[in-house]
């Protein structure tokens, strides 16, 4: 079924979320954050549920959608959820599935060969699975006119062959067929640190959740904005910028990432774009003044 587009002008710069899935998932919370009580989830489980969880099961809700971006004539796409009939043997929640996300897009005025970049904040599976799709037996690039920013870090430490995957990873054939028909087809441009868009957007590395994962910073009309993709994947962690997901590669980078960029936020009051949020997607954070934040309001965007 085809999902409204949720738009949002940022100074000159045209925000919207594309949606590929939103709807219950198996993952507790005790399971993809293990640092985090269960009294907290019982003691805010009236304004979690049912946004970002499921208080009557115990489990999460899962929110895949990509941020379009328009700025200055550029149609940028910021990570590209699971994709369709992706073999995931260790993540079979984000396998063969079957999603409108496509036409979704097109809902929103964009077509695959009008894409001009394609930036994957970070390689876990549910950030790239778009960046292909299957024409015959070959994965191929499915926005064949983009470029793909991937940082560097990334690209090394999840390349199998480079960094060899444990037994059981979740990130199995990732690589294989969401990174490389890219790199085979010469689309990919590696970066590391920081890199300039245009005026309006730079890219910038904040490791922790993984060693490569990164930051998109809008600054458009006095207007600011983070994407964060998963250094922040539930509101769990703005109320406790301690808590990890059990998929940060280093705790203590994470950790130190998360609450840098929430502290900013705050004293600049960019609106915060994560990775998953369900209900309006993004939000403006304050300093709680006890080294915690608070959500002080939320995006102008449709519930989700």
Known sequence: MVT???????????????????????????????????????????????????????????????????????????????????????????????????????????SPDHVDIVINTHLHVDHVGWNTSLNGRDWVPTFPNARYLICEPDFLFWDPIRTPRPPGDGNQNVFEDSVQPLQRAGLIDLWAGEHPINSELVLQAEPGHTPGSSVLRLQSGGTGALFVGDILHSPVQIGNPDINSCFCEDPAMARAARRRLLAEAADRSLLVFPGHFGGHSACHVDDSGDGAFIIRDWADLARI
């Open 4 to 110: 409204e587009p949720a738009r949002v002008l940022l100074g000159d710069v045209e925000v919207t979320r594309v949606q590929e899935y939103a709807g219950e998932s198996p993952a507790t919370p005790g399971f993809l954050f293990p640092e985090s009580s269960p009294a907290y989830w019982a003691d805010n489980a009236g304004w979690l549920d049912p946004d970002f969880y499921d208080a009557t099961r115990g489990t999460l809700r899962t929110v895949l959608h990509t941020w379009l971006i328009r700025s200055q004539g550029t149609i940028i796409l910021l990570d590209t959820g699971a994709g369709n009939g992706k073999e995931r043997p260790y993540a079979p929640v984000y396998a063969h599935h079957d999603t409108a996300y496509l036409d979704n897009l097109r809902a929103a005025g964009v």
